[in-house]
């Protein structure tokens, strides 16, 4: 099989290791390459690959929207989200699809089989791209009440406007939703802040959070981020952000191959390779 993926910057992605894994792992024959193109190469990069040999895709920023227009046909999540991460080719017709979402849910009730009840209450911090693909993937699960908090908040009332039809969630500033964590199932944490260079950085605080609770951060560099480490003091119960990656992956494979995987048969491995990254 013909994989790859396209993106800017993508040198450091973990994807090929992932991929050629699962290729080995099901006895198939392949190569997944990296595409790497700025803005101005994209069109070009895109024609190539609708004309090439290649059997479907994955597409990390800055492309996930971009890449819209050069598809012929969308899964139900990618036309809800407006934005694609994998892609399959079929004989050159291209159909695109969101797996980040369901990675997030499958990697969380791999941990957590208890998560994601209807009756929980969950607090999204963020409001861009991953925030949106998660609150949809919970809402697929039922969960009802869904709060999301931001800096900036009108992205978050966006969010919660755009996917949720009637009103049981809230938009909130990132200081509302620190004072009344108490009430939150699982807090989710989807921005950028706790990598590098804001690594020493929680966007919020997390006093007063049940000992219950579940707090997630999609962040995987560092795999225990500040904010986890705060968690950790609270006596929480932690999410790491590596499933997330990992799961989406196998779900991606599973649309090119036709071949689902246990998660839990690469993530020992999976964890090794991060470790020594
Ligand atoms: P992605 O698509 O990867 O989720 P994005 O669309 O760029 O990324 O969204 C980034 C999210 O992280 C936003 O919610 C952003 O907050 P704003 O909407 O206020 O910009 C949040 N974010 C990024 N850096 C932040 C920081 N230093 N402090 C607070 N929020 C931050």
């Given at each position: 099989m013909q994989l790859g993926l396209i993106g800017y910057p993508i040198a450091h992605s973990l994807s090929p290791w992932i991929h050629h894994r699962l290729l080995t792992m099901h006895?198939?024959?392949?190569?997944?390459?990296?595409?790497?193109?700025?803005?101005?190469?994209?069109?070009?990069?895109?024609?190539?690959?609708?004309?090439?040999?290649?059997?479907?895709?994955?597409?990390?920023?800055?492309?996930?929207?971009?890449?819209?227009?050069y598809l012929d046909e969308l899964d139900e999540a990618a036309k809800f989200l407006g934005a694609v991460n994998t892609v399959k080719s079929d004989n050159g017709r291209l159909i695109g699809y969101n797996t980040d979402g369901r990675g997030y849910a499958a990697s969380l009730l791999n941990q957590y089989d208890d998560a994601l009840k209807s009756s929980d209450k969950v607090l999204i911090l963020g409001s861009g791209g991953a925030a949106r693909g998660i609150f949809y993937a919970l809402l697929k699960h039922g969960v009802k009440k869904i709060n999301v908090a931001n800096r900036t908040v009108e992205k978050a009332q966006r969010v919660i406007e755009d996917l949720q039809a009637h009103s049981t969630s809230s938009a909130l500033t990132l200081q509302q939703a620190e004072e009344d964590l108490s009430q939150y199932d699982l807090i989710i944490q989807t921005t950028s802040v706790g990598m590098a260079p804001e690594k020493n950085r929680t966007l919020i605080s997390l006093t007063g959070i049940n000992a219950n609770t579940i707090v997630s951060d999609i962040v995987y560099r560092p795999k225990k981020t500040s904010l986890l480490k705060e968690a950790e003091r609270q006596g929480a119960r932690l999410h790491y952000g590596h499933g997330m990656l990992l799961n989406q992956a196998i779900l991606a494979f599973e649309i090119w191959s036709g071949k689902s995987t246990a998660a839990s048969r690469i993530m020992t491995a999976f964890e090794e390779k991060l470790k020594g990254e």
């Open positions: 006895g198939i024959e392949g190569e997944y390459s990296l595409y790497e193109c700025n803005p101005e190469q994209f069109p070009d990069q895109m024609e190539q690959l609708k004309g090439s040999k290649i059997n479907g895709f994955n597409v990390t920023v800055p492309y996930k929207e971009k890449i819209i227009p």
